[in-house]
């Protein structure tokens, strides 16, 4: 039974949040959040009740993971809630935990610097561990303090299960207290995983492990891995067939099956069929029709790994490429981060310099030897481009562009 405190946060939310989408000014997620918890701070535990609940975060992907995970243990036959708009700080899990409360589960995003303040509140039995990079240092701060942010709470939540990306030297350091089970996804990006996180030595890596030649820690051995083909749990390969592109969501898939079949033990099948007709994320993905009919794809990139990863994808497409970047405090106010992205990979692809960052854009392009032309509004340097067109963006361009009439 709820209180009457939060049967009133509830209601007040549930208004608010109608009010925002009434007025146009958003989906309602946050304000409705941010009203109940300001009626209501205990109002999480109230909402999430007695379902099993399992949080998923990471750097990059939480949010696809988050999704794939939910659809597979719903084609289990559980009934699942889910933070499905990405609003994953607390106001945005109450909100969304509030909505579906008769979910027998619920499979929740959580920001990486949130993790453990939710983790009791919400009474989690699971944590899904995919990947630690640097993203908005203005914001986030460094890598290894959100490690041992992690760490902290796998020491001292001994009973919580935990699965995490055995590829991440950064991941491995956090998770190690809980004994969790490892899935080796691979590490394509390396940028932030130079030093070993127990003791500082340069860590050496091979083609699918690192290892420290000081202290010894190491990529945990595992049965559970991903490979170019399939996802191997214990000695049972499982084909991918996913209509989600890229090999970054091959290891969000890999991740999030593994977790619905060994940790809520829905059949392989199940789960398989389940995250299979997955083909947009809140947006991500999603393709539309410009004016004159031709195609663009949008996708959404935060931080040097994820852009890598989405250039490294392009780098297979015959299209025209937009880059639309702002630097608001969604998307991090410093926009240096430009400089560790391999633009290079763009050369010779038509490419737009675009959003309010056009220029520094512009000139990381020209230094990477990629030539562009500056157009600020997204779509009508989309309608400039040749054939089919891929816009790839920072955070705010990339809500905007969800948002708005094409």
Same mark, same amino acid.
């Given at each position: 039974?709820?209180?009457?405190?939060?049967?009133?946060?509830?209601?007040?939310? @549930?208004?608010?949040?109608?009010?925002?989408?009434?007025?146009?000014?958003?989906?309602?997620?946050?304000?409705?959040?941010?009203?109940?918890?300001?009626?209501?701070?205990?109002?999480?535990?109230?909402?999430?009740?007695?379902? @099993?609940?399992?949080?998923?975060?990471?750097?990059?992907?939480?949010?696809?993971?988050?999704?794939?995970?939910?659809?597979?243990?719903?084609?289990?036959?559980?009934?699942?809630?889910?933070?499905?708009?990405?609003?994953?700080?607390?106001?945005?899990? %109450?909100?969304?935990?509030?909505?579906?409360?008769? %979910?027998?589960?619920?499979?929740?995003?959580?920001?990486?610097?949130?993790?453990?303040?939710?983790?009791?509140?919400?009474?989690?039995?699971?944590?899904?561990?995919?990947?630690?990079?640097?993203?908005?240092?203005?914001?986030?701060?460094?890598?290894?303090?959100?490690?041992?942010?992690?760490?902290?709470?796998?020491?001292?939540?001994?009973?919580?299960?935990?699965?995490?990306?055995?590829?991440?030297?950064?991941?491995?350091?956090?998770?190690?207290?809980?004994?969790?089970?490892?899935?080796?996804?691979?590490?394509?990006?390396?940028?932030?995983?130079?030093?070993?996180?127990?003791?500082?030595?340069?860590?050496?890596?091979?083609?699918?492990?690192?290892?420290?030649?000081?202290?010894?820690?190491?990529?945990?051995?595992?049965?559970? @891995?991903?490979?170019?083909?399939?996802?191997?749990?214990?000695?049972?390969r499982i084909p991918l067939h996913l209509s989600l592109p890229g090999s970054w969501n091959r290891m969000n898939a890999a991740l999030a099956l593994a977790t619905a079949v060994l940790h809520f033990k829905v059949p392989i099948g199940r789960a398989v069929a389940g995250i299979s007709g997955v083909d947009v994320i809140s947006g991500r993905f999603s393709t539309r029709r410009l004016p004159d009919g031709r195609e663009a794809r949008v996708l959404l990139a935060k931080n040097p790994?994820?852009?890598?990863?989405?250039?490294?994808?392009?780098?297979?497409?015959?299209?025209?490429?937009?880059?639309?970047?702002?630097?608001?405090? %969604?998307?991090?106010?410093?926009?240096?981060?430009?400089?560790?992205?391999?633009?290079?990979?763009?050369?010779?692809?038509?490419?737009?310099?675009?959003?309010?960052?056009?220029?520094?854009?512009?000139?990381?392009?020209?230094?990477?030897?990629?030539?562009?032309?500056?157009?600020?509004?997204?779509?009508?340097?989309?309608?400039?481009?040749?054939?089919?067109?891929?816009?790839?963006?920072?955070?705010?361009?990339?809500?905007?562009?969800?948002?708005?009439?094409?």
């Amino acid at each position: 039974m709820t209180t009457a405190r939060a049967r009133i946060a509830l209601a007040a939310g @549930r208004a608010a949040g109608w009010a925002s989408r009434a007025t146009g000014r958003g989906a309602g997620t946050q304000v409705s959040g941010r009203v109940m918890l300001g009626i209501d701070p205990q109002l999480l535990s109230e909402v999430v009740g007695t379902r @099993r609940v399992a949080l998923v975060s990471a750097t990059n992907g939480k949010t696809t993971t988050t999704r794939l995970l939910a659809e597979a243990v719903r084609a289990g036959g559980a009934s699942v809630a889910t933070n499905h708009t990405g609003a994953n700080m607390p106001a945005g899990i %109450a909100a969304a935990l509030a909505r579906e409360p008769g %979910a027998e589960i619920a499979i929740v995003e959580v920001d990486e610097r949130w993790l453990a303040k939710v983790i009791d509140p919400l009474g989690a039995e699971l944590l899904v561990l995919g990947n630690l990079t640097r993203d908005q240092l203005d914001r986030m701060g460094e890598v290894s303090a959100i490690a041992e942010q992690w760490r902290e709470v796998c020491s001292t939540h001994p009973d919580v299960r935990v699965v995490a990306n055995a590829s991440d030297p950064h991941v491995v350091w956090a998770a190690e207290p809980a004994n969790p089970t490892w899935i080796a996804l691979g590490a394509p990006w390396r940028g932030d995983a130079a030093t070993c996180p127990r003791c500082a030595a340069l860590l050496t890596w091979s083609a699918d492990r690192f290892d420290c030649p000081r202290c010894g820690f190491a990529q945990p051995d595992t049965p559970h @891995r991903l490979d170019p083909d399939a996802l191997v749990l214990g000695g049972e390969r499982i084909p991918l067939h996913l209509s989600l592109p890229g090999s970054w969501n091959r290891m969000n898939a890999a991740l999030a099956l593994a977790t619905a079949v060994l940790h809520f033990k829905v059949p392989i099948g199940r789960a398989v069929a389940g995250i299979s007709g997955v083909d947009v994320i809140s947006g991500r993905f999603s393709t539309r029709r410009l004016p004159d009919g031709r195609e663009a794809r949008v996708l959404l990139a935060k931080n040097p790994a994820g852009w890598t990863e989405v250039l490294r994808w392009l780098a297979g497409r015959d299209a025209g490429v937009v880059l639309a970047v702002n630097a608001h405090l %969604a998307d991090g106010r410093d926009p240096s981060w430009l400089w560790d992205v391999p633009y290079e990979l763009l050369r010779g692809v038509p490419v737009a310099a675009s959003g309010e960052r056009a220029l520094d854009v512009a000139v990381r392009l020209d230094y990477a030897g990629v030539e562009c032309f500056v157009e600020p509004d997204p779509l009508v340097a989309a309608a400039r481009l040749p054939g089919a067109v891929d816009i790839i963006a920072s955070y705010t361009q990339f809500t905007h562009l969800t948002k708005r009439s094409w």
